[in-house]
């Protein structure tokens, strides 16, 4: 099976973090993909991710103290693999883990995916649990030098045959789930590290010959960022997404903050191989934080953001609560004149990039088209010249007809467009017929 074969575009859809942080339930999965399958599927989003600590009973009952409470129960199979927690997913009380509940995601037309921690149960390793299919015991193939710096619930395994059997026996439970995405977090960057950011290198390696086995179709996707550069060949080889950044939220220097990150990447996307830069912070969030609230995104930003995630090819997945969105959100999710150049022959370049303003171009694998995407970084309403970005052998303006994605305006020249005003941290998005 070849992972970029099933996984030629970004993938798209909701993952619960951003809005319900460690807490969410079965009925918030199951009400999300409903809101998903009839209003977002037919645009392309169709992942729905449970994010992390799913197994935790109890989890943020003790938010005010710590995110992930140390030591607290966490639910377990025989062979040191981690369960839902039945109390939030009652449907997994028979044994059956996720199966139910993917069972239901499936039959909208979705697909099913599952946050994890990188490594093996401290819990297991400290009760000497077993590794499916060997002799050894947790204990024997955790490193517990290797830990997460924000996360108490993990060891790091050790690189030898026992350690991959034990990814190999969760890659089957997973599978017979019905798992088609994994999130594995503290393994992108193990920031734990800063001699050794990439630390856990065996263990990406490890994960994508236990997916490899399973002959599953499942998108691999690393946290946290930021990605190392000088991996992005590891990255690709082993894995479909890769964040770029530690988590992303919804602040204006995180966005201004992100064309750098995409300058440094751009290129190292394809087919199968995505640099990610993270979830998009829209409509309603902060539940599980102990505060739901509205974006602090304008609306002009959150075009930004999705205009260059786009332009960039990341992946794009949701991080409010869906059924909650206003139809201005809607509007920005459903609009499939942007969503399009997500398509896998895109290719795009950053041409112009100072303190004020960026300038983006994109070529499709459309020969009509091409793509130009200007970008004020300004607190105030501005022009951005559009001087010579038309790329490759695209010809001049006579016998273009130039299309402004977000509103649909038609412009009569290049002239025109470069003096249009641009709302404050806001764009414009042009696509260029080829007459």
Known sequence: MNKNDFCPMPPMGWNSYDYYDTTVTEEDVKRNADYLSEHLLSYGWEYVVVDIQWYAHGAGSRRDEFQYIPFSKMEMDEYSRFLPDPERFPSSADGSGFKHLADYVHAKGLKFGIHIMRGIPRLAAHLHGTVKGTSVTADEIADPSSISKWNPDMYGVRNTEAGQRYYDSILELYASWGVDFIKCDDICNTNMYPHDPYSARHEVEMLHRAIEKTGRPIVLSLSPGPALIDEAEHYAEYANMWRITDDFWDHWEALRDMFDRCRTWQGKVAPGCFPDCDMLPVGMLGKGFGEIRPTHFTFEEQKTMLSLWCLFGSPLMIGSELPAMDEQTVSLLTNKEILAMREPKFVAEMIRQND????????????????????????????????????????????????????????????????????????????????
């Open 356 to 435: 004020e303003e960026a300038v983006w171009t994109g070529v499709s694998g459309n020969e009509k088209y091409y793509y130009v995407t200007l970008f004020n970084f300004t607190e105030d309403p501005r022009c951005v010249a559009w001087e010579d970005e038309n790329p490759g052998d695209a010809p001049d303006e006579k016998g273009e007809t130039l299309t402004e994605l977000w509103t649909g305006r038609c412009f009569s020249s290049r002239k025109e467009i470069s003096g249009t005003e641009i709302p404050a941290h806001g764009c414009l998005v042009l696509r260029v017929e080829r007459n």
